[in-house]
């Protein structure tokens, strides 16, 4: 029994999810019941649900050159959910004072931020729900050390991981208890966004095709020509985007020597399909898809303290423009009903996070702040930016429906891998009646169990492949 699983016998219910708060549709009211299980009961697949995004801060410690500069600290955190950073110098105004979901200030806070924020979510992708978590804050204020894409963070395990690799662990850690009722597709996907461009960290580098943010009323938005690739374990993953960590585009300045020069995004896409006669509920659904993405945003940076110039100053001018695209869609999103038009087609990154912002996701920002004092100002402007960002409700729904094409096209892969079965076996009935007949040595024959051969296995994976690869998300 998993983790979701196990949360859910705490509840009180066989079988129900974790509780998350969240809005419901019917009424503004918070509730914190979860009402049913998302996967055992039909009812609740046609319930929509308001989520709030939430948001975490995490304060990094002083870091080694702050405390040489003889750095002091202005950032406070009075509880765990609030944070609070003095009046400016020389006013008597109150102090800045802020509330999240979760406040962290400690040297390695992600076990404990997975276990708390993170887990809760990622038992809802499980069950066909999107799913973002983003990090966001100024230069060198320890977003990629959260998330995990720094150096060899990936494929290790330990301490300081970071949400990537504890997500995908916690991911295929579940998969063998799904599989029992389940047959599960699981594909991931690396991009950059550097100078507004889409890169993928995960091409060979040689059969280029630019690309392209899509969308589709069915899938919401996707990358077209991004490279999907199926994975089947954590040491596969993991290694696949260490690799691809190591074309992101990183340098060196004067706050940060390896600060990203990019927004990275890794997706992870998820398909399950009931098997036939699987032994569960009569209600549970018959497929689900959902997407994870994790997003490493660039810093915002000011020229003046990083004392970038040439390439890296316009990266940074880039950086910036899309930060600013993404403050405008969360200022848009918060302005109330009045506010129609949200401008996610001004910049890549908001048209590639639409479904995250205001969409069909449940969304995580983790907000990453510095707790110097020569940080005040960027560290309040973070806060501001996330506080914002807290009061955007997303309307998330579980994606249970598949369209007539993929069904069809999904049977076809289903019927192909059958009759290829069924051809295999016939040739090896036909070999043991010679063999009988005496017309064949048994030394000549082998035989190779269904479903188990290389060639069989092969057949499945392609034909899987390519229904999975249909141009999903
Ligand atoms: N919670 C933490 N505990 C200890 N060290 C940390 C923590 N967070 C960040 N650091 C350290 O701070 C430095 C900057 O962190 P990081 O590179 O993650 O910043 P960033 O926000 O991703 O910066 P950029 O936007 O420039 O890429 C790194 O040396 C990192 O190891």
Redesign the pocket.
């Known amino acids: 029994m998993g983790i979701c699983a196990s949360k859910q016998k705490g509840t009180g219910g066989g079988g129900k999810v974790a509780p998350a708060k969240r809005d419901v549709d019917q009424g503004s009211a918070r509730t914190d019941s979860w009402t049913s299980s998302v996967r055992e009961k039909g009812e609740f697949t046609a319930l929509q649900l308001k989520s709030a995004v939430k948001v975490v801060v995490?304060v990094?410690?002083l870091?080694g050159f702050e405390k040489a500069k003889g750095a002091s600290e202005c950032v406070e955190v009075p509880s765990t959910t609030v944070v609070q950073l003095p009046p400016r110098r020389g006013t008597s105004s109150d102090p800045f004072r802020f509330d999240f979901d979760r406040v962290y200030k400690m040297?390695?806070?992600g076990r404990q931020m997975f276990a708390e924020v993170v887990q809760p979510l990622l038992c809802h992708f499980i069950q066909g729900f999107n799913t973002t978590v983003f990090a966001y804050?100024q230069?060198?204020?320890?977003?990629?050390?959260?998330m995990g894409t720094?150096g060899r963070q990936l494929s290790t395990s330990g301490e300081s991981d970071g949400i990537i690799s504890r997500s995908m662990r916690f991911v295929f850690d579940r998969m063998k208890d799904i599989r029992q009722q389940y047959d599960v597709s699981l594909k991931i996907s690396f991009v950059e966004i550097h100078q507004d461009d889409v890169q993928d960290l995960l091409g060979d580098g040689e059969n280029y095709a630019p690309i392209h943010v899509r969308e589709n009323p069915e899938r919401g938005t996707y990358l077209e020509n991004a490279s999907e690739i199926l994975v089947h374990s954590m040491d596969e993953t993991a290694h696949l985007l260490e690799a691809a960590n190591l074309h992101r585009a990183v340098g060196a300045h004067n706050?940060?020597e390896?600060?990203?020069r990019s927004h990275a995004i890794c997706t992870l896409q998820m398909e399950q399909r009931l098997r036939p006669g699987a032994a569960s509920g009569p209600d549970a659904p018959r497929f689900l898809r959902s997407k994870l993405h994790l997003v490493?945003l660039?810093?915002s940076e000011r020229a003046k303290e990083t004392g970038t110039t040439g390439q890296q100053f316009a990266e940074g001018v880039n950086i910036n423009k899309g930060l600013l695209a993404l403050g405008n869609v969360i200022g848009a999103l918060t302005e109330g009903a009045g506010r129609k038009h949200i401008p996610y087609r001004d910049s890549k990154l908001t048209r590639i996070l639409q479904d995250s912002l205001g969409g069909n996701s449940e969304t995580l920002m983790v907000a990453?702040v510095s707790p110097a004092a020569s940080n005040f100002e960027p560290t309040l402007s973070t806060l501001r930016y996330a506080a914002r960002a807290r009061s955007i409700h997303n309307r998330v729904k579980q994606n249970n429906k598949i369209t007539s094409e993929e069904e069809i096209a999904y049977l076809r892969a289903e019927l192909e891998e059958k009759t290829a079965l069924v051809v295999k076996l016939q040739s090896q009935l036909d070999m043991a009646a010679s063999m009988m007949k005496g017309s064949v040595s048994p030394d000549n024959i082998k035989l190779v169990m269904p479903g188990r051969s290389p060639s069989a296995l092969a057949g499945v994976t392609s034909t899987r492949a390519s229904f999975t690869g249909s141009g999903a998300f």
Not at 139 to 146: E, I, P, Q, R, V
């Open positions: 995490v990094r410690p870091l040297n390695n806070p804050g230069t060198g204020s320890g977003k990629t050390f959260a720094m706050l940060n390896h600060s990203s490493d660039a810093g990453c």
